[in-house]
């Protein structure tokens, strides 16, 4: 694979199948071991967690996803997004808040045979926290 | 200059400039009109707020130690992974000193123009910080 072909399919999934929920695509892009070093906590092991991470996701905040910026080296791509929702279930706990909120991030993902099958992530949870009015 | 060029002058940022707190390096490893996409409060772009940045960083957290985990460089753009772990030894953003450790991570995009840091974007987990320093309640949420 390219990492022309690995930056497609991060933003497959951030801007196609994130965006229009579609779960059931992650079968093709992710690989069943997926091993995720920023799991939220009681997130399940490889693909099914995963899917059950961003179902958790699209229910707590309904997201839309944009990718701001792409860099790619060997089998490791980078991608620096934002999603905008409003938080209207349940997030790890926090009790909805109502509120519309803007969220950026920056993930790195290992892609292997056109699969996603390792991932890291910082998000500004600290910026998400103030937008919900969660800060004293 | 290439990517491996690139590399190795952000790693300079990391390990001399952060770590060995040598301020005065910017002024060969950073562009004069540096410009700065996630700023401190007050920061603006070019090489003296970069400076004053980094400054601040160094005299609110002493010590202040960055591991670099990751680095991915295409192009004029290198990505780093890191992790740090210091002491709230001088206090931050008009935040009174707590003395307490803490350890984060954060991810920098950077911008690198003739083996100078030109630009950057950064990520960095600041709520577990102010978690770690007692300044946020530790939520009932992350823990279940």
């Known amino acids: ?136 | 200059m290439s990517e491996q060029d690139n590399k190795a002058v952000v790693r300079r940022y990391y390990d001399e400039v952060l770590n060995q707190r040598k301020m005065d390096l910017l002024d060969e490893l950073a562009v004069e009109d540096y410009v700065e996409h996630d700023p401190f409060p007050g920061q603006g772009n070019g090489l003296a707020d970069l400076k004053a940045r980094v400054a601040g960083l160094c005299g609110a957290f002493n010590p202040l130690h960055f591991t670099i985990e990751d680095v991915i460089a295409e192009g004029d753009k290198v990505v780093v992974r890191w992790t740090n772990a210091g002491t709230d030894s001088g206090g931050f953003m008009g935040i009174p000193a707590t003395g307490k450790e803490f350890g984060i991570a954060g991810i920098d995009i950077h911008v690198v123009r003739g083996a100078k840091l030109a630009e950057h974007w950064h990520v960095v987990d600041q709520l577990a910080q102010m978690q770690q320093l007692g300044l946020i309640p530790q939520p009932e949420a992350a823990g279940d």
């Not at chain 1, 933003?11 to 929920?21: F, H």
């Not at chain 1, 279930?89 to 909805?96: A, D, K, S, V, Y």
């Open chain 1, 1 to 136: 694979m390219t990492i022309e072909a690995n930056k497609a399919v991060i933003r497959r999934y951030k801007e196609d199948i994130l965006n229009s929920r579609d779960l059931a695509a992650l079968d093709l892009i992710v690989s069943e071991d997926y091993l995720d070093h920023a799991a939220f906590p009681k997130q399940g092991p490889g693909r099914a967690g995963l899917k059950q991470r961003v179902a958790h996701l699209f229910d707590a905040f309904d997201p839309h996803w944009t990718v701001h910026d792409i860099v790619a080296e060997r089998d490791i791509v980078v991608a620096r997004w934002s999603h905008s929702g409003i938080h209207r279930g349940e997030f790890l706990g926090l009790q909805p808040t109502g509120r519309e909120f803007t969220m950026r991030g920056i993930d790195i993902y290992r892609v292997t045979a056109g699969k996603m099958s390792e991932h890291w992530n910082v998000v500004d949870m600290f910026g998400l926290y103030q937008q919900l009015g969660l800060l004293p």
